[in-house]
């Protein structure tokens, strides 16, 4: 079986999409599908323009995060620095722009780590995770609706907030393990 065939196996062919709502960042539709057997179902799916999130690391062996307050889990986490792509944007340019206006920090060094589907179940938001070394420190400037506070902690600390549910994002979970491994393997 051809890659091809093999991923069109489960393959839900569209019959109509009900657009439910749009808006500044998402968008919400209904399709209608004919399923694989034959029949139909119907999905909620979210559409979002993609995002990217930077794994900034200091000389010191530190990563640069954000502690922000998440409405829609009523509570501050504490995150890497992420952002929505605009329109045209390219992945590689949103990180180092959500880096610089989050954090204040700039890298020469920005490099891919690897992409991913946040939700697949219902959204087809792609997170593109990059990697900043060699950083350089200068002011932060934050969206005018963006409250947060930066901080730099050490892999230890990260876990521990990980454990405590401090970090409980995927962006962020990802971005440690990364960083973990990379520094038992020297790569990502």
């Known amino acids: 079986m051809s890659a091809d065939q093999n991923n069109r196996k489960f393959e839900e062919v569209t019959i109509k999409t009900e657009p439910i709502f749009k808006g500044k960042i998402i968008t919400l539709q209904v399709d209608h599908v004919r399923l694989p057997n034959g029949e139909t179902a119907t999905r909620e799916i979210v559409k979002h323009p993609g995002a990217v999130a930077v794994l900034a690391l200091t000389d010191d062996d530190r990563m640069i995060v954000v502690e922000q307050y998440r409405k829609a889990l009523e509570k501050s986490q504490v995150e890497i620095p992420a952002g929505k792509l605009d329109p045209g ?92 491994a990379y520094k038992l393997t020297g790569s990502f």
């Open 89 to 180: 944007e390219e992945p590689i340019r949103a990180a180092i722009r959500e880096l610089e206006e989050e954090t204040g920090y700039s890298s020469e060094s920005v490099r891919p780590v690897c992409s991913f589907y946040t939700s697949p179940g219902f959204a087809d938001e792609i997170l593109h995770l990059f990697v900043a070394e060699n950083l350089v420190r200068g002011e932060a400037r934050p969206d005018e609706d963006e409250f947060l506070e930066c901080d730099a902690i050490t892999l230890q600390e990260a876990k521990e907030l990980i454990a405590r549910g401090s970090i409980s994002d995927a962006k962020t979970i990802t971005a440690v393990y990364a960083w973990q």
